[in-house]
């Protein structure tokens, strides 16, 4: 028994390490036929700069994902939070921290509203949130009048840092401080997902709706407020997709979305709901970047770097398919 | 009948011989004979778990017997698969309609066997090919291009029977196919019976209800326990309808000891905890009241599709209540689960796979998964803690896993039944609305939920353990009177009075039960 015990949570660790098992044997590939410059700390950080956008709103997703939704409005809410930001500092004299804020808070009002349709309209969340996709670029682009807003660089103070390469007397950081924020961030959502009700909830709903609500489980409220918290990790994908653009614009991260869902699922995520896992989550962003970054190194045109990813993300799933019929 | 059929003797057009099938340890089917001639009804009737669907499963080809032999038309018949047994000339009507709502009635007749040229359906044989099976149901509702969702249920039933007639079936399984339909829709029903008979059809009819038994079969058998059992007069096997009574119908269902299976210990009922007066569901419940008291255990009584789990369903919030008045313990009127639970009732569903239990969650997640309190500081849940409080009901209800942290889909079905019922345990509920706790489970594990059950009735004043209230629905008549101290029947939507177990006999709720 206590032989068994063991192999058994030997068996666990592996499973949660293969994402990162796998992330490893790809970058080990692209040290060995990319320019030696692949390996160099300094490809890392941008590498892990690259990654926060969608890492950041990938953690939303993949809440979402495992209470078994989808939410295809990310892209657009990134876009909106670029504006929003760009407006408020512009045009309404905010500060850089208000502007921010604000940006995050219109992104969760997208996301609550997602999540109030989903709920009392009964929609599957795959046509809700198609729907505001196209809503929320909309009043993005209402915003900045189909145009981009261009912020004077004085009222920038701190935005423009985030995802900027350290400067040599803050090289103590290690990281530039959105990609910490993209870490700290990562960290309380796995800690949400495995110590509070609200995750434990998640899973329950994920796996089997109708036992959640057997059990009590407010299962309305709780889908609300995972959309309601994907929205908001839009918002701050925003706010770095904003910090390395330095103008709010309507017509960015279309597609990206789809970029987002794909970690997700590389990480170990079902759609089918019930599992995924955050250190999955950024693993599969993790693994996107350096395949592009690696094949961008070693002079791929883009549509190679396409087929790639693809077929990582078919490769991925089908891998983790085999695992789940091992281990059940 | 027979005189329309040609100048023969009716032929013999299914037999079985001597068919067994064991499933693990379980005995499913034991030696069973049957045989049903052409324009012959054949009544199949039985407790639940008697083997009925079992054997019709068998001749339909969705199982291999592990013995035994059938013919068809006097020629061997050894279907691999349902389809095969179809091709022929089995086949089985569901229960649950296995029709796509989407599609029109013609299309549904025709699935999987639409005449077509190179690749392309051609859509004028198959709507002539359909009207021609619909047509001799002469039913208005039913015409080749109408949505299958858009039909009552009656309607959609004479589709899946249309579909074995166009493929040329002679032998037709009906198992259990009025349980969902209307009075009206049953009438037709046995019409379309009686036209198929004309026609030669062999029907195998499987039936809780005596009284339709009695209207629409010419011979009927009864199983138990996996066995055929005879008449008591002569120990005929296969009894003709008109020379056996009602009442020795049931006794041969029913005639079982009862074994010290069922531990008793002295219950005191003590303040009333339920009250319900009235109560109707959309559908079902249609009418329904009763009072529980604490230490006290009462059974509902009923077939399948007698409204007794949405009774429950409506008492807990899943399902809406239109009528009537619930008062438990201090508070009145309907409230969602979640309240309900605050309230200090609990639900056992009657499907664990699909309700009852997360499967692909732990053991722990499952247990504690109705109340995430007090696992942690700041409403924080910490694993350890959880694993902690599940040990316990491991350890107390015998639950066989390698942990809390195992998935509940690794476990046996008596296993995860005993983690449905820790959730109640660990919630700590004063009311458990148990529906059908001992479902699919073996018999070491059912002695031991009757055992809890008591338990949790009889209470313990020593260790400071208040009795509990127990509504219990059971399609298994010995269980109720073994475990219950009062039993009531519901029948086609209505909950009967409530008797004292030493009042009533199984046979006296068996016929009303089955709306006699």
């Known amino acids: ?328 | 009948m027979a005189e329309r059929i040609e100048t023969q003797q009716p032929t013999i057009r299914l037999q079985m011989q001597g068919v067994s099938k064991r499933f693990g340890a379980t005995i499913a089917l034991e030696d069973v004979s049957i045989e049903v001639a052409a324009g012959g009804v054949l009544a199949l009737v039985g407790e639940n778990g008697a083997g009925k669907s079992t054997l019709m499963k068998v001749c339909s080809g969705a199982i291999k017997p592990d013995a035994g032999q059938m013919w068809l038309d006097g020629k061997p018949f050894r279907p691999n698969n349902p389809l095969e047994a179809r091709r022929a000339g089995v086949a089985m009507i569901y229960q649950e309609l296995s029709l796509t709502p989407h599609m029109s009635v013609q299309e549904n007749i025709m699935l999987g066997m639409e005449p077509s040229k190179l690749g392309v359906v051609l859509w004028k044989q198959v709507r002539q090919r359909a009207i021609e099976a619909i047509k001799e149901f002469d039913n208005p509702e039913l015409t080749p291009d109408a949505r299958v969702s858009r039909l009552s249920v009656g309607s959609q039933q004479l589709v899946e029977i249309a579909r074995a007639l166009a493929i040329g079936c002679n032998v037709l399984v009906l198992d259990e196919p009025t349980s969902s339909l209307t009075q009206q829709d049953v009438e037709r029903l046995f019409e379309i019976i009686k036209r198929l008979q004309k026609q030669g059809k062999a029907i195998v009819y499987i039936s809780h209800f005596i009284e339709e038994v009695k209207r629409v079969a010419d011979r009927v058998t009864v199983l138990r326990d996996g066995r055929v059992v005879g008449s008591p007069q002569d120990g005929q096997a296969h009894n003709d309808v008109a020379a056996i009574s009602s009442d020795e119908i049931v006794s041969l269902m029913v005639g079982r000891q009862v074994e010290e299976l069922y531990p008793r210990s002295e219950r005191h009922a003590g303040e009333v905890v339920l009250e319900i007066e009235d109560l109707a569901g959309p559908e079902n419940p249609k009418f329904a009241s009763l009072t529980l008291r604490r230490g006290e255990v009462l059974g509902i009584a009923g077939l399948v599709g007698a409204g007794r789990t949405e009774f429950l369903r409506c008492l807990f919030g899943l399902e809406q209540v239109k009528k009537g008045r619930i008062k438990l313990g201090v508070y009145t009127g309907p409230a969602s689960p979640h309240r309900r639970w605050m309230q200090g009732a609990g639900l056992l569903s009657e499907d664990r796979k699909e309700e009852g239990l997360a499967l692909s969650l732990s053991v722990a997640d499952n247990v504690t998964l109705s109340r995430l309190k007090g696992f942690g500081p700041l409403g924080l849940v910490m694993p350890g803690r959880q694993d902690k409080a599940t040990r316990q009901w491991l350890e107390a209800l015998d639950i066989r896993c390698r942990g809390p942290r195992q998935s509940v889909l690794s476990l046996s079905g008596g296993n995860q039944q005993k983690v449905a019922l820790a959730r109640l345990l660990q919630h700590d509920v004063d009311i458990l609305l148990l529906d059908e706790p001992t479902r699919g489970i073996d018999v070491a594990a059912k002695a031991l939920v009757y055992k809890l059950i008591n338990a949790l009735a009889t209470g313990s004043p020593d260790e400071g353990r208040q009795p509990k209230a127990v509504l219990m629905v059971s399609s298994y008549l010995p269980e109720l009177m073994g475990v219950c101290d009062r039993v009531a029947v519901m029948c086609r939507g209505r909950l009967g009075p409530t008797y004292r177990i030493d009042e009533v006999n199984e046979h006296e709720l068996m016929l009303e039960a089955t709306g006699k």
């Not at chain 1, 796998?22 to 036929?33: K, N, S």
């Not at chain 1, 160099?40 to 709103?57: D, K, L, P, S």
């Not at chain 1, 009700?197 to 409220?221: D, K, Y």
């Not at chain 1, 962003?285 to 961008?296: H, K, N």
Request: net charge positive.
């Open chain 1, 1 to 328: 028994m206590q032989n068994k015990l063991k192999t058994f949570n030997w068996l666990g660790l592996l499973n949660t390490l293969s994402p990162v098992i796998a992330l490893f044997v790809v970058f080990e590939l692209f040290v060995l036929i990319a320019p030696s410059s692949f390996a160099t700390a300094r490809n890392m950080e941008t590498i892990a700069r690259q990654t926060t956008i969608v890492g950041i709103a990938a953690l939303g997703m993949t809440m979402v994902i495992i209470s078994g939704g989808i939410d295809l409005s990310v892209g657009s809410i990134v876009a909106l939070s670029t504006v929003v930001i760009a407006w408020l500092l512009q045009y309404a004299g905010a500060g850089p921290l208000t502007a921010a804020l604000g940006g995050v808070a219109a992104a969760a009002f997208f996301g609550l509203l997602s999540g109030v349709l989903i709920t009392r309209l009964r929609v599957v969340p795959f046509i809700v949130t198609l729907g505001m996709m196209l809503v929320v670029r909309g009043a993005a682009k209402g915003i900045g009048r189909e145009q981009k807003i261009d912020v004077d660089p004085a009222r920038l103070r701190w935005l423009d840092e985030l995802l900027a390469s350290l400067p040599a007397e803050r090289s103590w950081m290690l990281l530039p401080p959105g990609v910490w924020m993209m870490i700290i961030l990562a960290i309380a959502m796995a800690a949400l997902l495995r110590y509070t009700r609200l995750g434990r909830h998640t899973f329950a709903i994920g796996s089997n709706e109708q036992t959640a609500r057997l059990c009590g489980v407010a299962v309305e409220r709780v889908k609300v407020l995972v959309y309601t918290l994907c929205g908001a990790f839009g918002g701050l994908a925003g706010l770095m997709q904003f910090s390395r653009l330095t103008v709010g614009d309507p017509t960015v991260a279309v597609g990206l979305e789809l970029n987002v869902i794909a970690a997700v699922v590389i990480g170990g995520g079902s759609l089918n709901g019930g599992e995924g896992s955050i250190l999955g989550t950024l693993v599969g962003a993790l693994i996107m970047t350096v395949i592009a970054s690696g094949c961008t190194q070693r002079g791929y045109p883009n549509w190679v770097q396409e087929i790639i990813t693809g077929a990582i993300i078919v490769i991925a799933v089908a891998f983790d398919r085999l695992r789940h019929r091992r281990t059940a």
